[in-house]
């Protein structure tokens, strides 16, 4: 145990240190460095609920510096209340897609459906997906072309606005901490041509990259870091840039880092999976430790070799108790210098500090006989409206189908699904207002296995009526089979099957 921590901090001390030596050296602007290429780029951003500063955002992107011939712009509006009306002007030369559904779809879906849509147009070279909620310079789009020659996917720095407002102490260990990691770390990680975790708010990625890597899947922060791994099982980096700034009102700020224990799960399923170097090095910078645990080794590592004798290191060498403190002075030296890079103010040293008391916090919030205990208490507090139905469906490997039954649950108005298939079941983890989007996450995670549910909601045949329900598991059967006479309209449910089904590739809802 004592050999597998000393190595533990040993190789975090030497990375780190370099990392601290690399950011000694002031880092040359791109521009200097190449002669861009004009890229023809699609902005595209995304908007869900408020619109915020969407009108605000798409004026500076139309007053850009970057050749107003050479971008196009797509607004995606998922289910934007009140939409501004400015946005919608023709002569603005704006490509508007307003999605009304019940309950929105997602910016990983949107711009799934968008840059299929948009794969075969000519001459396109790079997308920049982007929140709406953000604000940029007139350089902005100038930046990214520069930085396209060096990078096939990057981010932009985010710098947050209004941090004198009265914040919450932890919302300003939080904002610390991510502007720690995006300076000083995800700089320093793109210098030395190692890969970054993907933050979706805002990015950039080459068009022939997106089509080779298929559809995005950016549910939530663990969907970011396994995609983030995909792009590294194929050698691309995933870079930071400092020089390409994007702002943000701080009420908008979101921790795009998973905890340390989903980062830790996504190292112990993916470890032995890593066929390249970038790969397995990305998921073990996962494990990078806090400055509490850093403290915590080297006490008990500086305290064993006092007591007992130094490491035993393979019968290589022996770690003494001053080989070991060296090592520490050096890991508090380079801290000192990630510091003075990352520009964090004296002010906010103490944010920085609490943020491993934050972290550890939120495992004990979240440690599950506690979170159980939480939602026990939160059940035993509240009545239940559970209606429940049965019915029979069918589930195909592509080679043999197999009867299976699908339990419809809805909990007090919110639809989950229960799959059974003989011994085995599975019930969907969240709750939906709609029934089509719990069986939409039942049919994504049987796909994940290899296995297709047959059913009309996922039949290409399938025509949904938006009938103002909740639930909207209404819909027409379009199949034109043998003697079927024109015109007839065959009314179905989502949950029906029949031997006429056809696999539904992409949902369209535009």
Known sequence: MTLILYLYITIFTVYYIILALVSLKSERKIRDKYTSKDANLCVVLYASGEAGTL?????????????????????????????????????????????????PIGKSQAYSILAEKLSEVPNLDAYVFMDAKNYVDNDF??????????????????????????????????VTYARYISRFFYNTRSRLGLTNLLNTDSFVIKRDLLNRMSSFDFRDKIAEANYTLKLAQEKI??????????????????LRIP??????????????????????????????????????????LLSHSFHFGGVNVFGLFEADFIIILISFILLALAFCVSLFHAGIYAKDNLYLFAYPLYSIGHIIYNFPPIRGVRNFIKDRNRKHSI?????????????????????????????????????????????????????????????????????CQNCRHFQPVVDGSTNMVKGNCCCKFEGRVDGDIIPTLIWNTCPNYEKENVVNLF
């Not at 830790?264 to 399923?269: L, M, N, Y």
């Open 55 to 103: 009108e605000y955002l798409i004026r500076q992107l139309k007053k850009q510096t970057y050749i107003s011939e050479r971008y196009v712009i797509y607004v995606i509006l998922d289910k934007v209340e009140n939409p501004p009306e400015f946005i919608f002007q023709t002569d603005l030369g704006i490509n508007v897609i307003n999605i009304n559904n019940l309950e």
């Open 141 to 174: 789009l100038e930046n990214i072309n520069f930085y396209l020659t060096k990078y096939p996917v990057f981010m932009p720095n985010i710098n947050y606005i209004g941090e004198d407002k009265d914040l919450k102490f932890w919302d300003s260990v939080r």
């Open 237 to 254: 980096t995933v870079g930071s840039v400092n020089d390409v700034k994007i702002y943000r009102e701080i009420e908008n700020f979101d």
């Open 259 to 300: 905890s340390l224990s989903k980062r830790c799960s996504i190292f112990a399923q993916n470890w032995n999976k890593c066929n390249t170097f970038k790969a397995f090095e990305y998921i073990s910078s996962l494990l990078n430790p806090n400055w509490l645990v850093c403290l915590l080794v080297y006490s008990y």
């Open 387 to 455: 209606e429940k139905m049965m019915t029979e469906a069918i589930v195909t490997d592509g080679k043999h189908d197999y009867p299976c039954k699908l339990e419809l649950i809805s909990d007090d108005g919110l639809a989950r699904v229960k799959f059974i298939n003989k011994n085995k079941t599975y019930t969907t983890k969240n709750n939906h207002l709609r029934m089509i989007d719990a069986i939409r996450e039942l049919s994504q995670k049987l796909n994940d296995y290899g296995l297709v549910l047959k059913i």
